[in-house]
Nanobody, 127 residues
Framework: QVQLVETGGGLVQAGGSLRLSCAAS????????MGWFRQAPGKEREFVAA????????YYGDAVKGRFTISGDNAKNTVYLQMNSLKLEDTAVYYC????????????????????WGQGTQVTVSS
């Protein structure tokens, strides 16, 4: 069974920074790509960022480009999300996602492109 555990959420003032971490575990699980999504109250789950271990390619949602950075350690099945210059609209539950297959470029930013999900961690940005 594959388990993803997110840590690092919390309350931060606008303009501040937070770093999220996500560790994937499973007896034989090896992720091919991992990503972050977020969901604000009353809104659909939104793509934030993703990383493909092979080649290290990274992908970002338009709302976070230039402010957030995804990185990770493939050997540890761990991914990080460094969030800088946080805005009120970044407030959401942030979910880690992983998959063991490529799935194509379109799968990197698609909710349905990932088979494994964490429980989520709350990020609240205050004014």
């Amino acid at each position: 069974q594959v388990q993803l555990v997110e840590t690092g959420g919390g309350l931060v003032q606008a303009g501040g920074s937070l770093r999220l971490s996500c560790a994937a575990s499973g007896r034989t699980f090896r992720s091919y790509r991992m990503g972050w999504f977020r969901q604000a109250p009353g809104k659909e789950r939104e793509f934030v960022a993703a990383i493909r271990w092979s080649g290290g390619s990274t992908y970002y949602g338009d709302a976070v480009k230039g402010r957030f950075t995804i990185s990770g350690d493939n050997a540890k099945n761990t991914v990080y999300l460094q969030m800088n210059s946080l805005k009120l609209e970044d407030t959401a539950v942030y979910y880690c996602a992983a998959d063991s297959k490529w799935g194509g470029a379109q799968a990197m930013g698609a909710v349905q492109g990932y088979n494994y999900w964490g429980q989520g961690t709350q990020v609240t940005v205050s004014s």
